[in-house]
């Protein structure tokens, strides 16, 4: 078993390039990370590994589907392969579903 200290590793987006990488860092007491070194762009490794993730996940759901509420950001949705979606805007009266059962 190696020494490595993972809590120094993170994903990290560079928001210049529109790419995701993988570095060492030092998380800060607000919640940022100040990156100490960087790989290349591991963008598909990651985006793979997530997809992954969630088809697994999906596997052990007795829904069509599996994913994410995400903060402020939206939601991270699998479809299960043949399914179909839809997408539309929200009115303010529609009840919430919660994408993923906690």
């Known amino acids: 078993m190696s020494n490595t200290d993972w809590t120094k590793y ?4 560079d928001y210049e390039k529109e790419k995701l ?9 607000n919640g940022m990370i100040n990156f100490l070194k960087k790989s290349d ?5 990651i985006i793979n590994a997530v997809g992954r993730f969630l088809k697994m996940k999906l596997n052990k ?8 509420d995400l903060n402020r950001i939206g939601k991270l949705v699998l ?4 399914y179909d ?18």
């Open 10 to 13: 993170f994903i990290g987006l």
């Open 21 to 29: 990488f993988i570095g060492i860092g030092k998380l800060k007491n």
């Open 41 to 45: 762009d591991r963008t598909v490794e």
């Open 61 to 68: 759901s007795k829904k069509n589907y599996f994913g994410y």
């Open 79 to 82: 479809i299960k392969h043949g």
């Open 85 to 102: 979606f839809e997408v539309f805007k929200k009115r303010k009266d529609t009840i919430t579903r919660p994408i993923q059962d906690f």
